[in-house]
């Protein structure tokens, strides 16, 4: 069985409050990079174009850094996987810069035999068309998907992955024997 792993919340932690502090405390600021992030995140607007829509100068330096931080325990754990002969995969809704800037910094991407950006193929999860570009590349395999967002799981079910809900590394390592 593939373990198709999502990263923030799984191997990366989620966004930092402190940086997030340093980009705004405006609630209306929040609401407007929530709303446009999902087409950000597909690769469909560049950086400047999501900034503009967020109707904010760029803050691309800031937003790189709120989302980098990473559980290294998670890192270990897919280093012991990969040792072990475990296929292991990855799905993140990130955006371009996001993730130049992790494959820059985080030699441990290369672990993953399939690398699935939501940038570069232009499906972000829940949508359905991420898990069947991820599903057709792996050759229709056997595949666990492993994702913190319980809509995300639900939606790799349907696409027939099998689905892990990530609370901790323990309910992980159980999971995966």
């Known amino acids: 069985m593939i373990v198709l792993f999502d ?22 600021f929040w609401d407007a990079y929530w709303a446009h992030r ?21 803050l691309v330096e800031q937003d790189v850094a709120s989302w980098s931080r990473v559980d290294y325990e998670m890192v270990a754990y897919l ?29 441990w991407l290369n672990l993953f035999e399939l690398r699935a950006f ?25 595949v666990l998907f492993v994702d913190d967002r319980l809509e995300n799981v639900r939606a790799a079910e349907l696409v027939g992955m099998h689905g892990h809900h990530f609370t901790g590394i323990d309910g992980l390592r159980a999971r995966l024997g």
């Not at 829940?126 to 898990?131: L, T, V, Y």
């Open 38 to 58: 999902p087409a950000y995140d597909r690769g469909d607007v560049t950086a400047e174009e999501y900034w503009r829509l967020v109707g904010h100068p760029p």
């Open 118 to 142: 939501s940038c570069r193929i232009g499906h972000a999860k829940p949508d359905r068309a991420a898990f069947e570009w991820c599903r057709d590349r792996l050759n229709g395999e056997d």
């Open 7 to 28: 990263m923030f919340g799984v191997i990366a932690r989620d966004q930092s409050r402190e940086v997030m502090d340093t980009m705004s405390v405006e609630p209306e």
């Open 79 to 107: 280093h012991e996987l990969h040792r072990a002969g475990r296929r292991i995969s990855l799905l993140s809704n990130i955006p371009e810069d996001h993730a130049r800037n992790f494959e820059r910094t985080h030699e």
